[in-house]
């Protein structure tokens, strides 16, 4: 039989996404985005995020469904975020997707976000993935670390941040900094410019004694805090505040911490592959560690292209394609919106 086609729906934080599949071929991937909306409050509004939702939810059905050059009835299945991610934001891909499956009479996938992303790596055209995999998955509102068995059936959850996301501290530390929402292409672009060795900021959760406890976890709160506490004592002191030197240290902090776990848990297991995920993969300094590291010891590095990387739907319908053909049975349309799904 041929691959399923397959909608996926993905609406857990600013991005309405919704893409199309035939197996592991992507046939469309529409996004869009509230972010202009949120960048005044300087970080998502979970409220702002779930009307906008709404709004732009069936002009972007309809986008992905022109794009893929499909009707509606042709598909097989429709996938869709059932968590984690900002409640009332979920309930509005949630609903459409049952909506949808009711109305088409099709079965109905609810999927988990953070396992969306590594599924993400089925779509890129190159060799897919083997198994078993470590994935690293950063945006603005997770920093997780997965050991992938099999994507559809076998995903643990060794670890994420205790506190903020990786991303979140980018938004936060740009914000110490005067610089625009969201921050961490700004940081990033200054960095550039910048010393990582001007500053050594912490690494959290990295001494020895918080690896015993903390081995695959993360936490940012105490990097941001000290990046703060710097640039005001310059500032109390009448200094000039060198941007770009902070924007290095603070990125070579953050891209440190991230790689040393991800590698540290890649050699703990013996995985000798690493797929990265999430929107702070766009930063120029993670990748090149990544590849710097991943080099060093041998393992295999894979970073989807960009616009997989971020969220969106195709990602979501990949996963559940991936369900269907493995022979999953589909949700039964009971399931919520589950903001703290593990
Ligand atoms: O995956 P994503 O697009 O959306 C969610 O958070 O769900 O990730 C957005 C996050 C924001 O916090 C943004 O500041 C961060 O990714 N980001 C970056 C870069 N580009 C985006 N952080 C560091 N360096 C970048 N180049
Ligand atoms: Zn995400």
Known sequence: PDAPLV???????DETGVGIVRGTDLLANVIASSMDEHARYGGVVPEVAARAHLEAMTPTISA?????????????AIAVTSGPGLAGALMVGVGAAKALAVALDKPLYAV????GHVGADVLDDTEHLEYPTIA???????TSLLLVRDLVSDVELLG?????????????VARVLGLPYPGGPQIDRLAAAGDPKAIRFPRGLSQPKDMAAHRYDFSFSGLKTAVARWVEKKQDAGEEVPVADVAASFREAVADVLLTKAIAACTDLGVPRLLLGGGVVANARVRRLAEER?????????IPPLELCTDNGAMIAALGAGLMMAGH???SLGFGADSTLP
């Open 7 to 13: 909608l996926g729906i993905e609406t857990s934080c």
């Open 64 to 76: 992905a469904v022109a794009e893929a050059g499909i009707r509606l009835d042709d598909l097989d």
């Open 112 to 115: 988990n976000h953070l396992v």
């Open 136 to 142: 690293l998955l950063v945006s603005g509102g997770h």
């Open 160 to 172: 994420e941040t205790i506190d903020d996301a990786a991303g979140e501290a980018f938004d936060k």
């Open 294 to 302: 991943a080099s060093a010891v041998g393992i295999e590095l894979r």
């Open 329 to 331: 049975a589909p949700s």
